[in-house]
């Protein structure tokens, strides 16, 4: 019997479920089948490093083999503290992180505790088969050589995008099609 692959997506500061790219994902992974969960993260306009990692063990119920973990921006250090907590015996399909980061990023201060516990990068290797990272060149909110610190570090395919700002809706960007593109080829 066929196992189904189910999708887990973690926005970031002060965005929500039904913002950015995240509804269209949703729908282009439906249309295959797959089970998609777009979390609404508690308190985004003022995160809690230690209430979204309670929110994420207690919400996140299906993580196997058959996963993948999608994040952007502060959702992508959150899945990492998530998964820093696991058992290094769990697997996952894979994990996504776009606009992501490791260490405190100057210009948003607010989020210095998400990025105050040691990521145990090594660890999330072994457990996800599948890793990527898109970045743009031109981010202005998470710069570009923290989000390719990212690929490095977890020893992920990069996607390097020349104009996609942070990928949020503010600046046009309610699609992601490399995204996508990579997802689908996870879930071949």
């Known amino acids: 019997m066929e196992k189904k692959i189910n999708v887990y997506v973690v926005h970031g500061y002060t965005a929500s479920s039904d913002r950015?790219?995240?509804?269209?994902?949703k729908s282009r992974l439906e249309e295959?089948?797959?089970?998609?969960?777009?979390?609404?993260?508690?308190?985004?306009?003022?995160?809690n490093a230690g209430a979204w990692d309670e929110w994420l063990a207690s919400h996140i119920t299906r993580?196997?083999?058959n996963t993948i973990l999608v994040g952007h921006s502060l959702g992508c250090i959150a899945l990492l503290r998530y998964l820093n907590n696991q058992p290094e015996s769990l697997k996952v399909n894979g994990v996504a992180f776009v606009s992501g980061f490791l260490e405190p990023v100057p210009?948003?201060?607010?989020?210095?505790?998400?990025s105050k516990v040691e990521i145990h990068c090594e660890k999330i290797i072994k457990m996800a088969?599948?890793?990527l990272v898109i970045g743009a060149a031109n981010d202005?909110?998470?710069?570009?050589?923290?989000?390719?610190?990212l690929s490095k570090q977890l020893n992920a395919k990069l996607i390097?995008?020349?104009?996609?700002?942070?990928?949020?809706d503010k600046v046009g960007c309610t699609e992601l099609?490399?995204?996508?593109?990579?997802l689908n080829k996870m879930t071949e």
């Open 20 to 25: 950015n790219w995240f509804p269209w994902l």
């Open 32 to 47: 295959r089948g797959i089970d998609v969960t777009v979390f609404d993260m508690p308190h985004s306009h003022a995160p």
């Open 63 to 65: 993580c196997n083999e």
């Open 107 to 114: 210009t948003l201060p607010e989020l210095d505790s998400f």
């Open 129 to 131: 088969k599948n890793r």
């Open 140 to 149: 202005t909110i998470v710069p570009y050589a923290y989000t390719a610190n």
């Open 160 to 168: 390097h995008i020349e104009n996609g700002g942070h990928f949020i």
């Open 177 to 182: 099609p490399a995204l996508l593109d990579e």
